[in-house]
C-alpha cells in the first residue's frame, strides 16, 4: 500500500467510526440510548474515550505516512488522512444527531488547519520510522515504535 491513496479511505473510515462509536456510547442519543447501563454500552464508552484521544488521531496520520513509505508521499497522506478523517466525523455527527453540518463550520475549519499543520509532520515521521541514519531513529524515538522489515 504504497500510495497516499490509502490517506483519505483510512481517515475517512477513522473519522466516520469514531463519530459513531461516540454516539453508541452516549445515553442521550438514539443510537447509544439502548445501549444505556449495559456491558455494550460500557463498552462503547471506553472505545469513545480511546478513539477521542489526540495520540489515537495522530497514530492515524502516522500509520497512512508508513503506509506510503517515502517522506514526500507520507507527507501527503498523513494531512490527507487526518482531512478526511476531521471531515467525515463531522459529516456523520451532522448525520446521526440531525444537526445542519453548517453548525460544525467552526470546529471543522480549526481542526482542518491542524490537519494541514501536523499531518505532514507526523507523516513523515510514519515514513522514515526504521530508515537508516539519525532521520530514522528520530522518527523512530517520536513514536516508540520499530518498522518490521519490508
Same mark, same amino acid.
Do not use: C, H, Q
Given at each position: 500500500?504504497?500510495? *497516499?491513496?490509502?490517506? @483519505? #479511505?483510512?481517515? %475517512? ?13 452516549? @445515553? ?6 439502548? =445501549?444505556?447501563?449495559?456491558? $455494550?454500552? !460500557?463498552?462503547?464508552?471506553? =472505545?469513545?474515550?480511546? /478513539? !477521542?484521544?489526540? $495520540?489515537?488521531?495522530?497514530?492515524? &496520520?502516522?500509520?497512512?505516512?508508513? #503506509? #506510503? ?7 501527503? #497522506?498523513? &494531512?490527507? %488522512? ?10 456523520? !455527527?451532522?448525520? *446521526?444527531?440531525? !444537526?445542519? /453540518? %453548517? ?7 480549526? $481542526? ?15 515514513? +522514515?520510522?526504521?530508515? @537508516? ?8 524515538? +517520536?513514536?516508540?515504535?520499530?518498522? @518490521?522489515?519490508?
Amino acid at each position: 500500500m504504497k500510495t *497516499i491513496a490509502a490517506g @483519505p #479511505a483510512g481517515g %475517512a473510515a477513522f473519522g466516520a467510526a469514531t463519530s459513531v462509536v461516540n454516539a453508541l456510547s452516549s @445515553p442521550y442519543v438514539e443510537l447509544g440510548a439502548p =445501549l444505556a447501563g449495559s456491558v $455494550w454500552g !460500557d463498552a462503547a464508552k471506553v =472505545l469513545s474515550l480511546l /478513539l !477521542d484521544v489526540g $495520540w489515537a488521531w495522530a497514530a492515524l &496520520a502516522v500509520v497512512m505516512g508508513y #503506509a #506510503a513509505a517515502t517522506p514526500a508521499r507520507g507527507a501527503a #497522506a498523513g &494531512a490527507l %488522512a487526518l482531512l478526511a478523517a476531521t471531515t467525515t466525523y463531522y459529516l456523520t !455527527d451532522s448525520l *446521526i444527531l440531525g !444537526d445542519p /453540518l %453548517a453548525s460544525y463550520a467552526g470546529d471543522l475549519g480549526l $481542526w482542518s488547519m491542524a490537519s494541514v499543520l501536523f499531518g505532514p509532520v507526523l507523516g513523515v515521521a510514519g515514513a +522514515t520510522v526504521g530508515s @537508516p541514519g539519525v532521520t530514522g531513529l528520530l522518527a523512530g524515538l +517520536t513514536v516508540r515504535w520499530v518498522r @518490521p522489515p519490508r
